[in-house]
């Protein structure tokens, strides 16, 4: 079996991956989320990060409903296009990917941040070929896929909410032990699991967050604890890469806006094959 790992779209699904899915055979596209290009993040950054500042009482509140708009306008032509492809799809979801879920911190957003309303999944529902599974499995042939978030920072281990989505991942690996004891679950989030070569973000970013670990403590204990054969994350573009924690093969198949993927062959689960693409 062959699986195309990608994610962070950001609004693009360079076309050159539909000629490689038909040309490598994939059986399997499984995507760390992030669909949606974010369009405002200079403006987000600028005036709201590490701040309790809201970007429409900066900018006014139709200049950011008009921007949201633009947002989801482009990362759905994303989802359509990858709808389309005759392989299913499966989808955790990403930070920009406007949603409620929380869950490796206690935070209540603003009641008028749409960035933190549930916007995905109305979208998602008119493209029968991409399943979203995050704190749910997915079944494929022999494999089980078991999805989370893993939010876009390392979270706060004694918070409410990550203990709560702590226990809904044991919770689905004690419901599939047998199949992860054979090496058939693989593990997917948006993010990677933290303090790893695939988490470290890079010295251009953010000066308060520039050479941390910024990956999921939350993905990172569950890897630890349960030893999926395989974890797939993202989030951090300049993590690109693989790194074994344990018995786990942990994948960062880089952005697919940046024309980066992954090939994962599993032909031979004794010998897993891992080809990068750029």
């Given at each position: 079996m062959?699986?195309?790992?990608i994610g962070?779209f950001?609004?693009?699904f360079?076309?050159?991956?539909?000629?490689?899915?038909?040309?490598?055979?994939?059986?399997?596209?499984?995507?760390?989320g992030d669909?949606?290009?974010?369009?405002?993040?200079?403006?987000?950054?600028?005036?709201?990060?590490?701040?309790?500042?809201?970007?429409?009482?900066?900018i006014?509140?139709?200049?950011?409903?008009?921007?949201?708009?633009?947002?989801?306008k482009?990362?759905?032509?994303?989802?359509?296009?990858?709808n389309?492809?005759?392989?299913p799809?499966?989808t955790?979801?990403?930070?920009?990917?406007?949603t409620?879920?929380?869950?490796?911190?206690?935070d209540?957003?603003?009641?008028?941040?749409?960035r933190?309303?549930?916007?995905?999944?109305?979208i998602l529902k008119?493209?029968?070929?991409?399943?979203?599974?995050?704190?749910s499995y997915?079944k494929?042939?022999d494999?089980?896929?078991?999805?989370?978030?893993?939010?876009?920072?390392p979270g706060?281990?004694?918070?409410?909410a990550?203990?709560?989505y702590?226990?809904?991942?044991?919770?689905?690996?004690?419901?599939?032990?047998?199949?992860n004891?054979?090496?058939?679950?693989?593990?997917?989030?948006?993010?990677?699991?933290?303090?790893?070569?695939?988490?470290?973000?890079?010295?251009?970013?953010?000066?308060?967050?520039?050479?941390?670990?910024?990956g999921?403590?939350?993905?990172?204990?569950?890897?630890?604890?349960?030893?999926?054969?395989?974890?797939?994350?993202?989030h951090?573009?300049?993590?690109?890469?693989?790194?074994?924690?344990?018995?786990t093969?942990?994948i960062?198949?880089?952005?697919?806006?940046?024309?980066?993927?992954?090939i994962?062959d599993?032909?031979?689960?004794?010998?897993?094959?891992?080809?990068f693409?750029n």
């Open positions: 062959k699986i195309l790992a962070d950001h609004g693009k360079p076309r050159k991956f539909e000629t490689l899915i038909k040309k490598e055979k994939i059986d399997l596209i499984v995507s760390n669909f949606f290009p974010f369009i405002y993040r200079k403006l987000w950054f600028k005036h709201c990060y590490h701040t309790d500042v809201d970007l429409w009482d900066v006014g509140r139709k200049k950011y409903e008009n921007l949201v708009k633009k947002d989801l482009l990362g759905e032509e994303a989802i359509k296009r990858l389309s492809l005759k392989v799809v499966i955790v979801v990403g930070n920009v990917d406007y409620t879920l929380i869950d490796s911190q206690d209540k957003p603003p009641k008028k941040d749409l933190r309303q549930e916007l995905l999944n109305p008119k493209y029968s070929n991409i399943k979203r599974f995050d704190y997915f494929f042939e494999l089980i896929f078991i999805g989370a978030y893993g939010g876009s920072s706060k281990v004694k918070s409410k990550f203990r709560r702590k226990k809904k991942l044991d919770s689905l690996f004690k419901k599939f032990r047998k199949e004891k054979e090496g058939n679950v693989i593990f997917v989030s948006h993010n990677v699991p933290y303090n790893t070569r695939l988490d470290k973000i890079g010295m251009h970013a953010y000066e308060a967050v520039r050479g941390k670990h910024y999921s403590k939350l993905v990172r204990r569950t890897i630890d604890k349960w030893n999926p054969v395989i974890h797939v994350g993202g951090i573009h300049e993590g690109r890469g693989e790194q074994m924690l344990g018995k093969l942990c960062n198949p880089g952005s697919v806006h940046e024309g980066q993927g992954t994962i599993i032909s031979n689960k004794s010998k897993v094959k891992v080809k693409i």
